[in-house]
């Protein structure tokens, strides 16, 4: 039985999926309020895992949560914190739970986190995640041990399509694509035409690509994004146009970005779906969505 | 050649180390840390400075040659006096030469230094890490550049979405590995050996603590 976000990839939709995080401690009312909020608009809300190697609540107790409450969650699992028993493990929870959307990342490296002198693991890589969930679904686990009850995920990656250089890139695209990654979700692009011919090479391979979104949130946010995260550049004209909100618009001036931007890759058919990533200001979603005319 | 890299512990970490003894003989090396500046002759002398402000007692110092040798015991007969005095032995070698002196004289030994990799001289003055003695080779499918080691994550099956640039994103001074494999493998006409897909790693190459004895002949 496919999970409703396959389904909802399978159907031909435009697919719209955002994020939740989970809290730093216990009290989880934030991320109830924006899950309330957005699981009846969305086809899937990823559910970040220690987002920025920042030690938060686990992305699966995040994902069990967007469950309970009736939503659709999109697992999100580094390769950072677990080794290859951890994961396994980890995995065989999910599906036990109805937890059947997984979204396989390398994880930030734990320099970048709140935990720098942590141990990272990195015992597998993403490719090789997406290869262990297919593993799984074989009824194997990767020593090649029967399990007693088996899995049955949604598997997806991630690529930077500005990434630079872009070859090295795109050969480990299409490794994780060949390991079975059934849908990708992009690192944000803000340029169309990058994406556009990203997208001409991406539509020779199959899997549903999903294009992240970034909401901006002000001129300095662009320039800082652009400074300091890999593979995300936001070209002037939008920093120009960023900027040129009056006081207090810029979230409004972002909002509209964003939309046009979705808009314009429903329109014309550039990708199957968005990624909508609006950092720390979930709620926004909505207004995003409603600029863009979903 | 490869060197040990070292640098040198914060002051007040070797102070606390020496908390309590008086009395301090100080041994560098002549090999790798003279070479990097961290426990040749003149670091030495400079420790002696800086403990005998703090008001220790220097019993003695001296640099061997090759600090990691067997025959440093022998070297080291010729200064016993200094060091018998002594309640500590403030070591400037890497923890190679630490231990070798460690395990030959019955005295504390104590780290002047941190150890922190095994260096290939890759330019004149500079070191890079490129190997990590895995046990489970696999750079003759990398154009003989070790992602395991090369890379901040050991990723194998190619770069993550932090490469930026061709550098890594922990640093901007060092390389991404694996921008540096597709440069050597598409000069090399081998680009299809990247596309290959890397089964997860091998941890067990050779198992924690390695050790070796030549085979009998």
Redesign the interface.
């Known amino acids: 039985m496919p999970s409703a976000f396959k389904k909802a990839l399978d159907s031909g939709k435009f697919v719209v999926t955002c994020e939740a995080a989970p809290s730093k401690g216990t009290n989880l009312e934030n991320m109830k309020h924006h899950i309330e909020l957005l699981k009846d608009k969305v086809d899937g809300m990823n559910v970040t895992d220690h987002q920025s190697s920042v030690m938060r609540y686990p992305s699966l107790g995040g994902a069990l949560l967007v469950k309970e409450m009736g939503g659709e969650p999109i697992l999100q699992m580094t ?2 914190d677990r080794n ?1 028993l951890a994961l396994q493990a980890d995995l065989l929870f999910a599906s036990s739970r109805g937890i059947h959307n997984v979204l396989c ?5 734990v ?2 986190g709140d935990h720098k002198q942590a141990k ?1 693991v ?7 995640l997406v ?2 969930i297919r593993t799984l679904e074989k009824g194997k686990d ?1 020593a090649g041990n029967d399990l007693d009850g088996g899995v049955k995920f949604c598997a997806g990656a ?1 690529v ?1 399509p500005e ?3 872009i ?3 795109l ?2 695209f ?2 994780k694509v ?2 079975g990654a059934e849908f990708i979700q992009t ?1 944000a692009v803000y340029d169309m035409d990058n994406l556009k011919k990203f997208m001409e090479y991406a539509r020779q391979f199959p899997g549903k690509i999903l294009a992240g979104v970034i909401l901006l949130t002000s001129a300095p946010m662009a320039r800082f994004m652009n400074k300091n995260v ?2 995300v550049n936001v070209p002037q004209n939008l920093i120009d146009e960023m900027a040129s909100a009056p006081k207090g618009g810029a979230i409004s001036k972002g909002i509209e970005i964003a939309g046009r931007m979705i808009r314009q890759i429903k329109e014309e058919k550039i990708c199957d779906g968005v990624h909508i990533m609006a950092i720390g200001k979930e709620e926004k979603v909505i207004d995003i969505m409603a600029a863009a005319g979903l | 050649m490869i060197r040990s890299i070292t640098q040198q512990k914060p002051m007040e970490e070797i102070e606390r180390l020496l908390e309590g003894m008086g009395r301090v003989f100080i041994m560098g090396c002549g090999t790798c840390v003279t070479l990097t500046h961290t426990g040749g002759i003149p670091e030495v002398e400079a420790m002696r400075g800086a403990l005998s402000e703090k008001g220790k007692v220097v019993t003695g110092t001296t640099v061997v040659p090759v600090a990691c040798d067997n025959l440093t015991r022998e070297i080291l007969k010729d200064i016993q006096s200094g060091i018998k005095q002594s309640d500590a032995l403030l070591i400037m070698t890497c923890a190679f030469g630490v231990q070798t002196i460690a395990h030959q004289i019955g005295k504390l030994v104590i780290p002047a230094l941190n150890t922190m990799f095994i260096g290939k001289e890759t330019a004149f003055g500079e070191f890079n890490e490129v190997c990590t003695q895995c046990g489970t080779c696999i750079i003759g499918e990398t154009g003989g550049i070790c992602p395991v080691t090369a890379c ?15 550098k890594c ?2 640093d901007s001074n060092k390389d991404c590995a ?2 540096a ?2 440069n050597r493998l ?1 000069a090399l006409g081998r ?1 299809d050996s ?2 290959k ?5 091998n ?1 067990l190459g050779e198992p924690n603590p390695g050790k070796f004895r030549i085979p009998t002949v």
Not at chain 1, 122 to 128: G, K, M, N
Not at chain 2, 154 to 160: A, D, H, S, T
């Open positions: 390769c950072r290859r990342l390398t994880g930030d490296s320099m970048l990272p990195f015992d597998l890589d993403s490719c090789q290869a262990v990767m991630i930077t990434a630079n250089p070859e090295p890139q050969i480990k299409e490794k060949d390991a690192q890999a593979g | 901040h994550k050991g990723l194998v099956n190619g770069p993550c979405g932090g490469t930026n640039n061709g994103e922990i694996w921008t494999i597709y598409k680009i990247m596309r897909y890397q089964k997860p790693r941890h």
